[in-house]
DNA sequence: GGGCTCCTGGAT
DNA sequence: ATCCAGGAGCCC
């Protein structure tokens, strides 16, 4: 479900929420997410207060005084919110942080998420760093377009790549190569510097404007505060197979490539 | 590299 | 009943 815009979004909304807060309880429910929850990290996250909450890719960073970190990824269907204590539990409910004012919640349908505790604050980055590339918004242009040409994947596939730039997801993989007017199943081989100087804007262009919409509510999606996001009303070719081409009205089509469903115009977006 | 798997629920 | 869904890790 989310991407980075999305997890931006629950960052953002939480941030002035519960920074400040100390966690009084930890309470989780019978199944594990992707990686279970051990017992021993109970005791050493209660009593300790949030110092910070940022993200990295589509992770977010929980900072904890004393060092620790709590490390939370959303899945496809995960949902990171802050509620008042009284707000009655919701179906799916898997985390819940008792802060001192809030119930920090981590409820999630599908259980692809994760909720993870570091001692230090090295660990936890090691563990992002190893497998994260840069942020799509300021993306380095040389490295970039070594990688793009050295690899002869499809470019649907390089863009889901966290390692190439962290954050990317279906959606904004669709969003950015309509943009670019690049087809998804063309090589990365196979593009000229130009043409990734364009996917390459494109990508920043799409995520900036993806944050600044709050995200992009498809079903499950909501921020921290438990609104909806509103960048659905600009996708130009994601989920909109059938419907014109917003530049030229040709019908979007929709292949799987990378094994993802993949929307694009035919017309635009040639191979 | 690509394919399969984890899981639940909504649409057809 | 079958297909599909904002993700990513593990397996060749």
Redesign the pocket.
């Known amino acids: 479900?989310?991407?980075l815009p999305?997890v931006e979004t629950v960052v953002r909304d939480l941030r002035p929420v519960i920074v400040g807060q100390t966690i009084t309880a930890i309470e989780h429910g019978p199944h594990s997410l992707r990686r279970p929850w051990l017992e021993t990290w109970t005791p050493s996250t209660v009593h300790q207060t949030i110092t910070a909450i940022n993200r990295r890719?589509?992770w977010i960073i929980l900072e904890l005084g004393g060092g620790s970190r709590v490390i939370v990824?959303l899945?496809?269907t995960g949902q990171f919110t802050a509620v008042d204590p009284t707000t009655p539990r919701p179906?799916h409910l898997h985390f819940n942080f008792l802060l001192t004012d809030y119930e920090l919640r981590f409820r999630d349908?599908?259980?692809?998420g994760s909720i993870e505790w570091f001692t230090d604050e090295t660990q936890a980055r090691a563990m992002l760093e190893d497998?994260l590339g840069p942020e799509p918004f300021d993306i380095p242009a040389l490295p970039f377009a070594k990688a793009v040409q050295a690899?002869?994947?499809?470019l649907k596939?390089i863009l889901l790549d966290?390692a190439i730039i962290a954050g990317i997801?279906?959606?904004y993989a669709d969003e950015s190569l309509h943009r670019a007017r690049l087809h998804p199943e063309t090589l990365g081989s196979a593009l000229s510097t130009k043409e990734i100087s364009r996917l390459r804007e494109a990508i920043e262009e799409v995520m900036l404007a993806a944050v600044e919409g709050r995200g992009?509510?498809?079903?499950?999606?909501v921020g921290g505060s438990g609104l909806r996001g509103e960048f659905q009303d600009e996708f130009r070719a994601y989920g909109r197979t059938g419907e014109p081409c917003p530049t030229c009205t040709t019908p979007i089509e929709r292949l799987v490539v990378?094994?993802?469903?993949s929307h694009f115009c035919p017309k635009c977006q040639k191979r």
């Open positions: 479900m989310p991407e999305e890719g589509k990824h899945g496809m179906d349908i599908r259980r692809f497998k690899s002869g994947r499809k596939a966290q997801g279906n959606i992009s509510t498809i079903r499950d999606y990378a094994g993802r469903s």
